[in-house]
């Protein structure tokens, strides 16, 4: 793979991320493992936004915060 197929992987897999973890913090009464599947995605992508020196993921809690 070159250079920008991996970055092209690395943002598709993120944007993913991103959009169960938005599902998941929609669920009015989570059950114990939609919690520790949270928690977890919210772990990667903190991790994600450190490896790759972008904000998408702590901008995004913001947002949710804001709402």
Same mark, same amino acid.
């Given at each position: 793979?070159?250079?920008?197929?991996?970055?092209?992987?690395?943002?598709? &897999?993120?944007?993913?991320? *991103?959009? +169960?973890?938005?599902?998941? $913090?929609?669920? #009015? @009464?989570? =059950? +114990? /493992? *939609? #919690?520790? #599947?949270?928690? =977890?995605?919210? $772990?990667? &992508?903190?991790?994600?936004?450190? *490896? /790759?020196? =972008? $904000? @998408?993921?702590?901008?995004? &809690?913001? /947002?949710?915060?804001?709402?």
């Amino acid at each position: 793979m070159k250079d920008r197929e991996y970055k092209d992987a690395w943002q598709e &897999l993120k944007e993913k991320f *991103i959009r +169960v973890y938005v599902m998941q $913090n929609k669920v #009015k @009464e989570p =059950t +114990v /493992d *939609i #919690k520790v #599947k949270h928690q =977890t995605y919210r $772990n990667i &992508l903190r991790k994600m936004d450190e *490896i /790759d020196g =972008t $904000n @998408e993921f702590s901008n995004l &809690l913001s /947002d949710l915060e804001d709402e």
